[in-house]
């Protein structure tokens, strides 16, 4: 009996990666300008499952993606990615790097001015000496994942936005990458986008032998696809775990979080001047 | 009103500098590696299709009246010597050693730089760009440099169209309608124009032009701030500074030229 062939797959999931960690922060802090966006950060994102990196808007989330992909580098503390320093990694590295990753953006970033397939092909036709009549049953594959082998001849500016995250979550695996990022895939989605985005997320991780990071602040959905969660607040990781460790934790800021609380330790007030002096006397008199 | 204070000075000189540094570094990878770009054609062709193309109208619209203006005061002029037959010379020579390149490169500036600062800037603010860097694909390799290359290989094919059409503008009134022996016409402008001399003068100003033009629409798009009104100041800065730089270096060339 003949041997199985490997099919379709372009890149084997990569055996020499000893550790079960694809990520793993060590102690990163990263900042704009004066303001510290993650102060002494440290997680690991474990291989072949979907990691749930959760906060309050602002809290760092985007940013810690940046820093995985190479887009920004930390100013202290170390960001490993398959065991490489990412910040120590030279152009070609970093590239070769990126080759194993995909990103999903928050709104798609598809290429206005390519069809569906097209986007899809892309890095297919940039990265691989494909024959074209094997692009394109790749592409459709992919697009099939994502239940949209029919729209392939659509012009992004004729889908919807959670049909265009999917493209944008095909043209993502195209390339078989070793982890996803997913940069608040549910927002702005309606209910039933919203839960086939979800599904959909945990079905390729699960079925493709991905590792996923989903950035989010939409807490049903997430803590339901999320086998690992990480919460940061106020630049620092507050409470990671199972989701379950998650909803039950006694952390305050977790607490505040999960239950969707206005007061905590997550602040409602931008950092001001106090009330007294900015509209009184501090002895409770006018001026 | 608060003189500036040394640190001012010292932080608006080294973010000039900074700004340049960045302009020379985009320039050297795409004339460097973005040379490349050439290797893969189809990329380069498209980008001329769409540049050249959608510019042939306004070019040479702009031309044939140019042309026509060309021989009504020419005509003037040249008849008051009584060397009104000169005029398919002075038209000749007009476009293509000046009005040719430089009328070309500004129109190229409005119609083609425009639209090359506010695709680039667009599609940075629609993270395309990122995502492009995320697939580990370089959107200076991919993107700009294309267009770069098509600009410069675009701008000296209009400037010719812009002349040939010009130089028609010139005969139709000279000739047609004031009445300019037509043998003389054509017969002083084949003797009086060298081709090194004039028309290579022409070709290499247009391509200085290109590169310039449709660098400045690149460079401004590259570095837009990725919010619509970033995009719409760099759209401005993109004609403004590139007619600018057009009219400048025009006469630093002509003058270099001129003492070859």
Known sequence: MPSRRPGFLISFPNASLASTDVVEFRNVSFGYGERAVLDGVSFAVPKGKVTALMGASGGGKTTTLRLIGGQARAQHGQVLFAGQDIAGLDMPALYAARRRMGMLFQFGALFTDMSVFDNV???????????????????????????????????????????????????????????????????????????????????????????????????????????????LANGAVAAQGAPDEVRHSTDPLVHQFVNALAEGPVRFHYPALSVEQDFGNADGGRA | MSWWKPADVGFAVRSSLADLGLGAR??????????RSLRRFALVRDQIHFLGNYSLAIIAVSGL????????????????????????????????????????????????????????????????????????????????????????????????????????????????????????????????????????????????????????????????????????????????????????????????????
Do not use: C
């Not at chain 1, 950035?215 to 803590?223: A, F, G, K, Q």
């Not at chain 2, 005509?75 to 398919?88: C, D, K």
């Open chain 1, 121 to 231: 092909a892309f890095p297919l036709r940039e990265h691989t000496p494909l024959p074209e009549a094997l692009v394109r049953d790749i592409v459709l594959m992919k697009l099939d994942a994502v239940g949209l082998r029919g729209a392939r001849d659509l012009m992004p500016s004729e889908v919807s936005g959670g049909m265009a995250r999917r493209v944008a979550l095909a043209r993502a695996i195209a390339l078989d990458p070793e982890l996803v990022m997913y940069d608040e895939p549910f927002s702005g989605l309606d209910p039933i986008s919203l839960g086939t985005a979800a599904r959909l997320i945990r079905r390729l991780n699960d079925t493709l032998g991905l590792t996923s990071i989903v950035v989010s602040h939409d807490l049903e959905e997430t803590l339901r696809i999320a086998v690992h969660v990480v919460i």
């Open chain 2, 26 to 35: 985009l320039f050297l990878r795409l004339l460097g590696p973005g040379a």
């Open chain 2, 65 to 260: 009246f140019v042309g026509f203006v060309l021989g009504l005061q020419g005509y003037y002029t040249l008849q008051r010597y009584g060397s009104g037959e000169a005029l398919g010379l002075l038209v000749a020579l007009s476009l293509v050693r000046e009005l040719g390149p430089v009328v070309a490169a500004l129109l190229f500036a409005g119609r083609a730089g425009t639209s090359l600062t506010a695709e680039i800037g667009l599609m940075k603010a629609g993270e395309q760009l990122s995502a492009m860097e995320m697939m580990a694909v370089d959107p200076v390799q991919r993107i700009l440099a294309p267009r770069f290359w098509a600009g410069v290989i675009t701008m000296p094919l209009l400037a010719a169209v812009f002349s040939a059409v010009g130089v028609i503008g010139g005969y139709v009134v000279g000739v047609l309608l004031l009445g300019v022996d037509t043998g003389a016409f054509w017969g002083q402008m084949q003797g009086g124009v060298d081709v090194w001399r004039d028309v290579g003068n022409g070709v290499i100003k247009s391509l200085v032009f290109g590169i310039t033009v449709t660098f400045i629409a690149l460079l401004q798009g590259y570095t837009a701030r990725p919010t619509p009104e970033g995009v719409s100041r760099a759209t401005t800065r993109t004609v403004v500074t590139a007619s600018l730089a057009v009219l400048g270096l025009d006469f630093l060339l002509t003058a270099m030229m001129f003492s070859i």
